[in-house]
C-alpha cells in the first residue's frame, strides 16, 4: 500500500510543479489571462472587453512583473492601469482594440517599442505612454503619445479633432477625426529619424516638426492641402522632399527654412503651390526639383519658385510597338518616365513584375 502512494505521488508531482509555473485568472467575462513565472510572459486569451476593476488581476493577489505580453485578435479594449509600471520592451496591441483606458501603459521606461495595429477611430484617454521615455518606435494615434525625446520613429495612423475642427470631418454622429497635425517648440521629438504622416491628412500645422534635426526625409500624403508655418524648420538632416499628391495650395513661411541637407523635391502639382520668402530659405537653389510634365515653365516664372534653376520633367509618354509577354499581346509605354508594359489594364516593369 505506501509503494502504491508513493508510486502515485511520484506521478502526480511533476505535474503539481509544471501547474505553479504558471498563474492563471479571469480578466473580463470572456478574457483570460495565464502567466508563466519562468518567462514572465502574460498571455491574454478570450474576446470582448478587459475588466480590471482598477487594479490588474494578474497583481492583484500575486507578485507579478511582466516582461512580456500577447493579446488576441478580438479583444475590444485595455483597461486602465492594465500594464503601468511593468517591464515591457515591446507592445503589440490588435485592431480589434477600439478603447485604451488612463494610464494603460504609463511609467514604463522599459518600452522601447508601441505599435498599434489599427487605422481608424479608437477611444484613447490622453499620454496613454506617459513617461515611457526611452521609448523609440511609435505607431498609433496621436493622443496616446506623451512628450519624450528618444523617440525616433514616429507613425502616426489617427489624429484626433481640436475644438475648431470639431464640424469639419466627422468618423460617425459621435467622433471627429482630426486631419490637422501641429507641433510646438517645446513638444517636438527632436531625435526623430523616420516620420510617416497618416493617409487621411489634410493639413500640416505649424511647426509639426521644427528641429527635428535627424529626420532623413518625408512624404507629404496625397490629401495635404496646406504646410503651416514652420512645420519642418531646421530639419537640417532632410535630404528629400515627396509630395504624393497634387492638391498642396499654400506651404507656410519658414516651413522648409534651413534644410540645408534638402537634395531634391517631387511635385505632382500642374500648379505651383503658394509659398513664401522664406519657405525654403538656406535650401540649395541648384537642387532638383521633380514637377509634372509641361509644367515646368508655370514653376520658373511663380514667387519664389523662380529663384530654383532645376526643374526636370518626365518623359513625354512614347507608343511603342507591340511586343509578346508570356503570350498575351501587350503594349510598351512610358509613364513618368518608366517603363512599363500593359496588359489588359495590369502593370508590369520592364522585367515583367506585376506593379501595384
Known amino acids: 500500500m505506501f509503494k502504491r502512494i508513493s508510486t502515485l505521488l511520484l506521478f502526480l508531482l511533476p505535474f503539481s510543479l509544471a501547474m505553479a509555473d504558471t498563474i492563471t485568472g479571469q480578466c473580463g467575462d470572456s478574457l483570460s489571462w495565464s502567466f508563466d513565472t519562468e518567462n514572465r510572459h502574460l498571455d491574454i486569451t478570450g474576446k470582448g472587453k478587459m475588466q480590471l476593476y482598477k487594479y490588474p488581476a494578474w497583481t492583484t493577489n500575486n507578485s507579478i512583473t511582466v516582461a512580456s505580453v500577447s493579446f488576441p485578435d478580438s479583444i475590444t479594449s485595455i483597461d486602465s492601469y ?40 479608437a477611444e484613447s484617454e490622453n499620454g496613454i505612454l506617459y513617461n515611457c521615455y526611452n521609448l523609440r518606435y511609435f505607431k498609433g494615434i496621436t493622443r496616446m503619445l506623451a512628450y519624450n525625446d528618444a523617440l525616433d520613429t514616429l507613425i502616426v495612423t489617427y489624429g484626433y479633432a481640436s475644438a475648431s475642427f470639431l464640424n469639419r470631418s466627422y468618423v460617425d454622429d459621435s467622433h471627429a477625426y482630426d486631419k490637422r497635425l501641429f507641433g510646438k517648440y517645446d ?8 516620420y510617416f504622416l497618416p493617409s487621411e491628412l489634410e ?49 507656410g513661411d519658414s516651413a522648409f527654412s534651413h534644410c540645408t541637407q534638402l537634395s531634391k523635391i517631387l511635385l505632382q502639382d500642374t500648379l505651383p503651390p503658394i509659398i513664401e520668402a522664406h519657405t525654403f530659405e538656406g535650401v540649395d537653389r541648384s ?32 507608343y511603342v510597338d507591340e511586343v509578346h509577354v508570356q503570350h498575351n499581346a501587350t503594349q510598351k509605354v512610358f509613364l513618368n518616365g518608366q517603363l512599363l508594359l500593359v496588359n489588359e489594364d495590369i502593370l ?7 506593379l501595384p
Open 287 to 318: 537642387i532638383p526639383i521633380h514637377v509634372p510634365l509641361g509644367s515646368s515653365q508655370r514653376y520658373k516664372e511663380a514667387p519664389y519658385w523662380c529663384e530654383f534653376q532645376n526643374f526636370i520633367e518626365p518623359s513625354p509618354a512614347t
Open 348 to 354: 508590369y516593369n520592364i522585367m515583367g513584375q506585376k
Open 82 to 121: 492594465a500594464f503601468e509600471g511593468q517591464e515591457l520592451t515591446e507592445v503589440i496591441i490588435p485592431a480589434s482594440v477600439k478603447k485604451f483606458g488612463k494610464d494603460a501603459f504609463a511609467q514604463m521606461p522599459s518600452l522601447l517599442r508601441f505599435e498599434y495595429e489599427g487605422e481608424g477611430y
Open 187 to 194: 513638444t517636438i521629438h527632436k531625435k526623430i529619424k523616420t
Open 203 to 251: 493639413e500640416i500645422g505649424d511647426f509639426l516638426l521644427c528641429y527635428a534635426t535627424n529626420l532623413g526625409g518625408i512624404t507629404i500624403p496625397k490629401k495635404v492641402h496646406t504646410i503651416g508655418s514652420g512645420a519642418f524648420l531646421y530639419c537640417s538632416s532632410l535630404d528629400s522632399l515627396v509630395f504624393d499628391g497634387d492638391g498642396v495650395q499654400t506651404i
